[in-house]
Nanobody
Framework: QLQASGGGLVQVGGSLTLSCAAS????????IGWFRQAPGKGREELSC???????YYKNFVKGRFTSSSDKAKNTVYLQMNNLKPEDSAVYYC??????????????WGQGTQVTVSS
């Protein structure tokens, strides 16, 4: 099970850190990542932490978003900086059973809304 939190309303250029609490499985054998979806748009993959702790980012978030994990807390974070109106979306954390960053998630939790106002 995954539960994202930390969303909210932020001004352009601001920052937010999202958290994803995981339960019922281990980070040691699941890749964990983030994707988002805005109304009327398709899903956008953002980041993925491989079981070898390598983190992958889609090009459009490199330099602005940073993902990290705390295995002791079974929690993954997404630090988002320099937010833009186009970053407004529901953000989800997701898991890949293969442990690889295939971007083909096996399950995800309820999302958290991020709204960036201009």
């Amino acid at each position: 099970q995954l539960q994202a939190s930390g969303g909210g309303l932020v001004q352009v250029g601001g920052s937010l850190t999202l958290s994803c609490a995981a339960s019922g499985f281990s980070f040691d054998d699941h890749a964990i990542g983030w994707f988002r979806q805005a109304p009327g748009k398709g899903r956008e993959e953002l980041s993925c932490i491989h079981t070898d702790n390598t983190t992958y980012y889609k090009n459009f978030v490199k330099g602005r978003f940073t993902s990290s994990s705390d295995k002791a807390k079974n929690t993954v974070y997404l630090q988002m900086n320099n937010l833009k109106p186009e970053d407004s979306a529901v953000y989800y954390c997701a898991a890949d059973d293969s442990g690889e960053c295939t971007w083909l998630w096996d399950f995800w939790g309820q999302g958290t809304q991020v709204t960036v106002s201009s």
